[in-house]
């Protein structure tokens, strides 16, 4: 009997919008110059909000923390398509998605800063809290789009994370069951190249992450995701699959981690300037800056006043968070269980 | 009253919840055509379809996470791991995410979740189906350990694990499921969660059982005059109802089929001494597995403790 080829496998990738700001006007996804505008500003509230905290962490006003910085788009893009009801799995990099989401920034600086009560998700929103980690929330958001399934919610599932996350069992345990199950979720992995020193091609040998899908029996997808309109595209595609029954997608984010892991973290002992210098160039703000230059949707005035808004935006966000009354000694006991044992109970009166 | 042993006892408390609440469903490795490879879900699939008690992959990690997505939904998945020497793997789920989600996210997302897996030694199987590790998961605040020493115990502490808000590892003891018969009420009933139950009254020494020793025990006091605490749930665990009886009868003897360093015997034992020293006529004795690798089926019955161990530590207290 002769070998044969039983199947192969096609890995796609999306971009739309160049580094230059040129765009692919037959990928380009139905947005109109307010939605875009909206993007923007989104994006540079979700870079302001960044500055500020790593400044605020050199000031001892906040703990260690994760910059999102040159990931914004991957971040913003995605989520823009999610509706409110939908629920979101993420990881510890994607304040720019909370951001999107109308999540309160003064509660990620509370978190952040070590404050708990910075995890209560408003009402409203299904975001789960930050989960630091890795890869272990993955099958979290299998079983929600199975339960959506279940109650016939026409709700789906966003489950975030970088490509560290990939190497993981959990990645593996809930990809494959989201496949066996056909599960409404959507992965969306930010590939970064780095999980702290630690390059992509040591995480895998594979040549795109996109491609592990196909192991699981689903559609996998690589974007660039400092590209916006790809990000948007994308995971607006794979949401109406996931809402009309067609399954799970993943999507690979092709981006970069401009900064250092965190705040405890210095890159320069493992990576080359170089590399850093060329990933600016790919900035995702300054090609949908020079997109909406062409477009005449971007002048200096509108800029002026883009930045103002988020500057004040983060200002009253850190005045809010620093302005919390402390939380009573006796809180590290109210959230344990939802009744407190006899024990818990006598440990509780000691602390207050 | 119908006679039922402790399979069927499970049996019907998962049939009897899923009637009740829509939101209740099964998911593990063999749980739904195969029915468990114990039959603790026998028949449920075809009463209550494949949506319902869903096999999974050969996963325990994934089970355990996925169930706890359902139940951070707002479902109530009882999730089903084959043997407790396989939880390991999903140890990260339990510890790092059931535990915490409550506190992590301050009470906006619950876990209401059980874990139900067979424990414990004296079946005869191969390496790693028979352990009984219980004491791992009490030293993780947010998760509650519940296990049944028989069927009536085992219907009405499931029934209410699974109403209960948060997770619950409930471990079912392999030697006893279809050892004990007794009778067991066919309506719905709970027993409550967090209290002991006395098993014998006698007044001469306390002595503390859980789980598969409880009928161990009950063979090994025979004779003697004590008060047989059945914790039926070890975290958390009964502290004033084993308090009492230890103040009252001075005399206390921990039988735990786990070995013994660092077993959940030794926080009695710590508990004991705190809080009730000064009415104590002997010292605390724990009778317990050795702290050797759980033997294969050959030499398990060394290392599980005996009716004789059991007896030696009685008469040793009640001389001293």
Redesign the interface.
Known sequence: MPEEIIGSCAVKRLNILDPQGNADENLLPPLNGQDIRRLYELLVLSRTFDGRALALQREGRLGTYPSILGQEAAQVGSAFALEKSD?V?PSFREMGMHITLGYPMHLLYQYWAGD??G???PTGLNI??ICV?VG?????????????S??GDRNAVVCYFGDGATSK??FH??L??AG??RAPVVFICQNNQWAISVPFDRQTAAPSLAQKAWGYGFEGIQVDGNDIFAVYRATRTALEKARNGGGPTFIECHTYRIADHTTADDASRYRPPEEVADWREKDPILRLRRFMTQRHLWDEAYERHVQEEATAAVDEAVHRAESAPKPAATEIF?????EL????QRQRKEVG | MPQMNMVQALNLALRQEMARDPDVLLLGEDVGRDGGVFRISEGLQEEFGVARVIDTPLAESGIVGAALGMSLYGLRPVAEIQFMGFIYAAFDQLCSHAARMRSRSRGRFTCPLVVRTPYGAGIKAPELHEESTEALFCHMPGIKVVIPSGPYSAKGLLTAAIRDPDPVIFLEPTRLYRLIREEVPAEEYTVPLGKAKCAREGGDVTVIAWGSMVERTLKATEGYRVDLLDLQTISPFDEEAILTSARKTGRVVIVQEAAETCGFGAELAATIAARAILHLRAPILRVAGFDVTMPLPKLEDYYIPSVERIRKALDEVLKY
């Open positions: 629920w799995f708990e009560r995890l209560a998700t789960l809290p980690a272990t929330h993955i099958p979290h958001a299998v079983g929600a789009a199975m339960a959506a279940y109650r069992g959990d345990e809930g494959n069951m066996v199950f109210d959230y344990t269980n939802a044992s006899p024990r818990q």
